[in-house]
């Protein structure tokens, strides 16, 4: 069965950065885009940027251009989201999503890591 | 950026009564829409994609429609573990944005 699975909760001071991960398995991991998603506490759902694992080919919301890199390891199977210059409104929970009979929406879900900033 | 609303953003219901749920797209978005359903510490679940398909796994009870710019989703005869937050999303240029989502809530 397909499974992410993210890194554990993170506590970072404002201007550091963050890197999380996700353990992909149980399908082909470089078929289907790879994207992270991110929940402020008691917000809504705000897509921050995909990743094509077979190229290494990223895409990003406006909003997080230049303050978030999206990498991949084949070998692992394994995604990685580096958030930097880090604020108190960064503090959120960060989930890693992907595809599956729907093609292109977010079939499956990470777990989740939350990520809280603060001094 | 396509901005997506919803409406309402709470609906207040009974057990087996019928939620009609909207999204509203700023400009068309053809069918590139999908329906999530999310409950409180929980990673959200994919119900509809392409507007109207299905996702796997899911109940007959859910039920999506629209093109262009408005959609609707629609639960038949809610059911106890339905009462949750949807997020609508598009995919249109390949950028993805979600709606602020709808509260389905117990009456």
């Known amino acids: 069965q397909v499974q992410l699975v993210q890194s554990g909760a993170e506590v970072k001071k404002p201007g550091a950065s963050v890197k999380v991960s996700c353990k992909a398995s149980?399908?082909?991991?470089?078929?289907?885009?790879l994207h992270w998603v991110r929940q402020a506490p008691g917000q809504g759902l705000e897509w921050m940027g995909r990743?094509?694992?077979?190229?290494?080919?990223?895409k990003f919301a406006q909003k997080f251009q230049g303050r978030v890199t999206l990498t991949r390891d084949t070998s692992i199977t394994t995604a990685y989201m580096d958030l930097s210059r880090l604020r108190s409104d960064d503090t959120a929970v960060y989930y890693c999503?992907?595809?599956?009979?729907?093609?292109?929406?977010?079939?499956?879900w990470g777990q989740g890591t939350l990520v809280i900033v603060s001094s | 950026e396509i901005v997506l609303t919803q409406s309402p953003a709470t609906l207040s219901l009974s057990p087996g009564e019928r939620a009609t749920l909207s999204c509203r797209a700023s400009q068309s978005i053809r069918n590139y829409l999908a329906w999530y359903q999310q409950k409180p510490g929980q990673a959200p679940r994919l119900l509809i994609y392409?507007?109207?398909n299905r996702a796997t796994g899911i109940p007959a009870r859910f039920s999506g429609s629209g093109s262009g710019t408005d959609f609707t989703l629609i639960i038949n005869s809610l059911e106890p573990e339905d009462f949750a937050v949807y997020y609508c999303?598009?995919?249109?240029?390949?950028?993805?944005?979600f709606g602020p989502g709808t509260k389905v809530d117990v009456k």
């Open positions: 990743i094509n694992p077979n190229s290494g080919e990223t």
């Open positions: 392409d507007a109207s």
């Open positions: 999303q598009q995919r249109s240029n390949w950028l993805f944005t």
């Open positions: 149980g399908y082909t991991f470089t078929g289907y885009y």
């Open positions: 999503a992907t595809a599956g009979n729907s093609l292109y929406f977010f079939d499956f």
